[in-house]
T-cell receptor
Framework: KAGVTQTPRYLIKTRGQQVTLSCSPISGHRSVSWYQQTPGQGLQFLFEYFSETQRNKGNFPGRFSGRQFSNSRSEMNVSTLELGDSALYLC?????????????FGPGTRLTVL | DAKTTQPNSMESNEEEPVHLPCNHSTISGTDYIHWYRQLPSQGPEYVIHGLTSNVNNRMASLAIAEDRKSSTLILHRATLRDAAVYYCILRDLDFGNEKLTFGTGTRLTIIP
């Protein structure tokens, strides 16, 4: 079974630009969660989608948004990029039917904002 | 979210057992204890989880205190590949709550 894939793996943008990151979950998984990892703040939850609906949202500004498609693939978008948005963005998928499920993480997209 | 407290770092010799502690004194009756680890340059990976009883799987064992205010992840025979940051996380027994709240974790160094 293929794991969680994220594209692109690396990205360099400048302040003020916007960026879209993509995540393909494991086949059959309906829940996709996004996390931001920085050296200063560690791993922080951004949001979670299940069957195209956002179910949970972390404490991030509205510049961070996401969506999920009918095939469970998900995208997250960051508008008006700031230097502080430089981070590793991780996507995780799970079947989403039970709170005991483990989450499977992708390798992440490393975003650098100049 | 109920919080967890872990030591910042630990060291262990290769091929010896490792006991990684986690304190969660404010745990509620519906919180599951999950452990994830993050190897260098990779996303986190699931290790084990439990509620009240001790649990074993192919990767590790989880020992949960009787009052559930603390737990210990046990790696029975550490290898160099086990060098990672280990996160102890509490997950509420809520359907639809896939959110993982990561703390700072314990950075485990394995000495050859």
């Amino acid at each position: 079974k293929a794991g969680v894939t994220q594209t692109p793996r690396y990205l360099i943008k400048t302040r003020g630009q916007q960026v879209t990151l993509s995540c393909s979950p494991i086949s059959g998984h309906r829940s996709v969660s996004w996390y931001q990892q920085t050296p200063g703040q560690g791993l922080q939850f951004l949001f979670e989608y299940f069957s195209e609906t956002q179910r949970n949202k972390g404490n991030f500004p509205g510049r961070f948004s996401g969506r999920q498609f009918s095939n469970s693939r998900s995208e997250m978008n960051v508008s008006t990029l700031e230097l502080g948005d430089s981070a590793l963005y991780l996507c995780a998928s799970s079947p989403g039917q039970s709170p005991y499920n483990e989450q499977f993480f992708g390798p992440g997209t490393r975003l650098t904002v100049l | 979210d109920a919080k967890t407290t872990q030591p910042n770092s630990m060291e262990s010799n290769e091929e010896e057992p490792v006991h990684l502690p986690c304190n969660h004194s404010t745990i509620s009756g519906t919180d599951y204890i999950h452990w994830y680890r993050q190897l260098p340059s990779q996303g986190p990976e699931y290790v084990i989880h439990g509620l009240t009883s001790n649990v074993n799987n192919r990767m590790a064992s989880l020992a949960i205190a009787e009052d559930r205010k603390s737990s210990t992840l046990i790696l029975h025979r550490a290898t160099l590949r086990d060098a990672a940051v280990y996160y102890c996380i509490l997950r509420d027994l809520d359907f639809g709550n896939e959110k993982l709240t990561f703390g700072t974790g314990t950075r485990l160094t394995i000495i050859p």
